[in-house]
C-alpha cells in the first residue's frame, strides 16, 4: 500500500443540528505515532469515533489501508482492524480480566489467541497477575492497560486510544506512556491518539495536530508542537 494508513479528508460530523467537527484533515502513516490535542469539547473524541463510524461524516471521507470506510457500519470498520480503547476505558466490569481479554479477539485470529494473550501479559505483567480478577475491583491504571489490551487482542493495524492518561497519576501515566511507545518500536503497532494531556502526548507522538472548536488549527512533528510558543501558551504553560 502506497500513501497513509489513514486518511481523515475534511470531514463534517454533527449531533443533531450541532456541528462537531467543522471539516477535520488528519493522516496518520503506518508505523507512526499520532496525537491530536485540544482543550475539553474541542472534538477529539467525535473525530476518533467518527474514524470508527459512530457518527458517521455528514460531509468528507475516512480512508483506511486504500479502503473508504465513510459509510462503513462500525462493526465492519473494527473487521478491519481498527482497535479502540475508548474515552472512560469501557471495561466489563463484571468480567474477569482473561474474559475481558477473550471479548476482544477477533473470531478470524482465535489461532493466536494464547499468543496474544500471553504478549499482553509480558507488556502488562499486572495484567497476569490479575487475570482472575474483576475488572470492576481494578485500579485506574490497570483498567486502562485492560482497555488497551483488550483492543490488542484484535491485532489492529491501527490502535485509536482515547485519553489513556485521563485520571491516572503522573507515575501511571509514564508506564502507560511507556507501554505504548514499546508497542510501536517492537511490534511496529500503529497508533493515533487523543490526549488534553499534551506535553506527555507530544512528547510520545511523531506528530501531532491541535483542535479547536472542531477544527485543526495546527500540525507538525511532536518535538515541533513541544517548541511551538502558541502551543506552549495554551497547553503546556501552567498546565
Ligand atoms: P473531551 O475531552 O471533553 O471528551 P473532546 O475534545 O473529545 O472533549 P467531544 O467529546 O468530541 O470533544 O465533543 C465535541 C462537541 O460535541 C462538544 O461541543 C460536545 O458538547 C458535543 N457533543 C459530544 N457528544 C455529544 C452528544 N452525544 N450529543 C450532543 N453533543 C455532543
Not at 491518539?193 to 485543526?216: H, P
Not at 518535538?223 to 498546565?239: D, F, H, M, Q, S
Amino acid at each position: 500500500m502506497s500513501g497513509p494508513l489513514l486518511q481523515v479528508k475534511s470531514v463534517e460530523a454533527y449531533y443533531g443540528n450541532i456541528r462537531a467537527l467543522g471539516g477535520v484533515d488528519v493522516e496518520v502513516n503506518s508505523g507512526e505515532i499520532v496525537c491530536l490535542i485540544g482543550a475539553n469539547g474541542a472534538g477529539k473524541s467525535t473525530l476518533m469515533m467518527t474514524i470508527c463510524g459512530s457518527p458517521q461524516a455528514r460531509t468528507g471521507s475516512v480512508i483506511f489501508d486504500g479502503q473508504d470506510i465513510t459509510r462503513l457500519p462500525t462493526h465492519e470498520i473494527a473487521r478491519l482492524r481498527i482497535a479502540q480503547s475508548p474515552e472512560g476505558r469501557r471495561i466489563f466490569p463484571r468480567m474477569t480480566v482473561f474474559e475481558n481479554l477473550q471479548m476482544g479477539a477477533s473470531l478470524d485470529n482465535l489461532k493466536y489467541f494464547d499468543e496474544d494473550v500471553e504478549k499482553i501479559f509480558t507488556l502488562f505483567p499486572r495484567l497476569k497477575e490479575r487475570q482472575m480478577q474483576r475488572g470492576g475491583t481494578l485500579s485506574g491504571g490497570e483498567q486502562q492497560m485492560l482497555s488497551i489490551g483488550r483492543a490488542l487482542m484484535a491485532r489492529p493495524k491501527l490502535l485509536l486510544l482515547d485519553e489513556p492518561s485521563l485520571g491516572l497519576a503522573p507515575l501511571i501515566v509514564k508506564g502507560i506512556f511507556e507501554a505504548i511507545k514499546k508497542l510501536n518500536k517492537e511490534q511496529g503497532l500503529t497508533v493515533f491518539l487523543v490526549e488534553q494531556n499534551a506535553f506527555g502526548a507530544l512528547k510520545l507522538s511523531d506528530r501531532g495536530y491541535v483542535m479547536v472548536n472542531g477544527l485543526v488549527t495546527m500540525s507538525g512533528s511532536g518535538k515541533e508542537l513541544l517548541a511551538n510558543p502558541e502551543v506552549r501558551a495554551a497547553y503546556l504553560e501552567g498546565g
